[in-house]
């Protein structure tokens, strides 16, 4: 291969893979006061004010990716406790970035 092509192949490489690293840093950290804003008109009735749980379980203190793993599970339809009829549309009712931004409010509880 000639040395240029080589060249220009390595730097497109690179700077795909810095895009791929800054797009999954934005996809890590959700927005906290708009999760807060969310959770307080949608979520509250059944988990508390303070995620402290309710009607449905303790979110408060949970890791931000375990929160975002349940609702991905909840929204793709799978049953995961004995109340998943209740959840599971309200998770449905979530843009997933409105899922990370949650996540990211509860886990900071
Ligand atoms: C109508 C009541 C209700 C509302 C409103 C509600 N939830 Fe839930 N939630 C539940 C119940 C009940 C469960 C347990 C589901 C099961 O048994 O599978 C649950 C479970 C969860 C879980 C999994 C917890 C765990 O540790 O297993 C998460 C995360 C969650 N809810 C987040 C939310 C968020 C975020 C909102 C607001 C967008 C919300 N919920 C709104 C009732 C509700």
């Known amino acids: 291969m000639p040395n240029n092509i080589q060249k220009t192949l390595i730097t497109l490489t ?3 893979g ?11 950290g959700g927005d906290a006061e708009a999760g807060k ?4 008109s949608t979520c509250v009735t ?3 004010s303070n995620a402290e749980g309710n009607v449905g379980p303790k979110l ?13 599970e909840f929204r793709a339809g ?3 406790g ?3 009829f209740m959840m599971a549309p309200m998770a449905q009712g979530l ?15």
Request: hydrophobic residues 40%; aromatic residues 6%; contains cysteine.
């Open 46 to 48: 059944c988990h508390g």
């Open 78 to 80: 799978k049953q995961r």
């Open 60 to 72: 408060a203190g949970q890791p931000e990716a375990e929160i975002i793993r349940k609702l991905t």
């Open 18 to 28: 810095f895009a791929a690293l800054t797009s999954s840093a934005q996809a890590a």
């Open 37 to 40: 804003t969310k959770f307080k």
């Open 82 to 84: 004995p109340m998943t």
């Open 95 to 109: 843009t997933e970035e409105e899922v990370k931004n949650v996540a990211a409010y509860v886990s900071s509880l």
């Open 14 to 16: 690179s700077i795909i």
